[in-house]
Structure formats: C-alpha cells, structure tokens
C-alpha cells in the first residue's frame, strides 16, 4: 500500500525551508538597511566625514574603500531613493540562501567598485547603494538567464517589469551628482556573480 503522507510530508518540509529563508533573507536586508541609516545619521552628526569614504578614482590609498561606499550616502534624500529598490531587489537576492547572498555582495562590491575606481572622473568621490542596487537587479535577471528554473525566471521578469525602465535610465551618462559608472559596473558586477554562482546542473 502507498502511503500519501510522503510527498505531503516533504512538501510541508520544503515550505518550511522556504519560509525560513524569507525570514532569513528580510531580516538580513533589514539589518543592512539599519546599518546603511545609521551611518547617515553619524555622517550627520559629523557634517559629512563619513562621505570621504566613498571611491576616488585612480587614488591607491582609496581602494579599500571600494567595501565601505555601496553603505554611505551623500545626505537623506539620496538614501531615501535607495531604500525601497535596495530592500525588494535585495530581498530577492538574499532568499535564496545567506552564503550565496553574501559571495553576490563581494563579487558585486568588488566589480563594481573597480570599475569606478578605473573609469570616474579624476577627483570624484562615489558612494551610495545603487551599486548595490544596480548589481541585484543584474544578479536576479542573470540568475533567470543562466539557470533558466520556473522561479527564476518569474522573479527576473518580475524586476524587469518593476525597475528596467529606471535601469536603463540609470546607465546613461547625465546628471553630474549621478554615478553611471557605479550602476553600469554595479549591474556588471550582478550579471557576473549570477554566472558564478549559478546552479550546476549535474
């Protein structure tokens, strides 16, 4: 005789490990998001100190930095335009495990941070998520290119549909205050760490 309790006992199973990983996943995108607020409100309190963290292109001694940027911010308004995208595309990013979410981060931060540091204009200071927030969008769409599940898939054509539009936008060279350097190789940096991290299949 089949017993029908197994297939329903690893379903209740594999929905338990999915909602484990969407509390997981918000409460990390949670606790960055507090971190990214805090350190506005001491740069505040310190009229701006924190901004001289960001990348300086093609200066040695600001390589470093290119970890501490993607987490500054150039005054609340900047921040605020950040927040929303950074939080549902971050989310995204990060429910699919916490230690392919953090190796996305350093591949992102790490191409992203490079290419400004090689191609924005001498004497420029770049700082601010969207780095980030550019290189989430790259990693969710490459991730639905590459591996090709159902899921990815949906949650590429998703993003696309919520932020393509801003994306492109965001990568023509315009506005001096905006750094199309840090979206363009943000959103290299994603499209890579998507091939790297992708799924093999076996």
Known sequence: ???????????????????????????TIGVLIVVMWGLEFADYMMSGELDHYGIQARNVDDLPQIFSAPFLHGGFGHLMANTVPFAVLGFLAAVR??????????????????????????????????????????????????????????????????YGTTMLLGLVPGDQGISWQGHLFGLVGGIVAAWVLRRRRG
């Open 97 to 162: 495990g916490f230690a392919k979410f953090v190796a996305a981060n350093l591949l992102i931060i790490v191409v992203g941070g490079l290419g400004i540091w090689f191609i924005a204009p001498p004497g420029s200071e770049t700082l601010g998520a969207s780095i980030l927030v550019f290189g989430y969008f790259g990693y969710l769409v490459g991730r639905g290119l590459f591996e090709r599940h159902l899921a990815d898939i949906a949650i590429a054509l998703v993003v696309v549909v919520l």
């Open 1 to 27: 005789m089949n017993d029908s309790r197994v297939p329903d006992t690893r379903l209740s199973e594999g929905l338990v490990t999915q909602a484990g990983r969407a509390v997981s996943a918000a409460f």
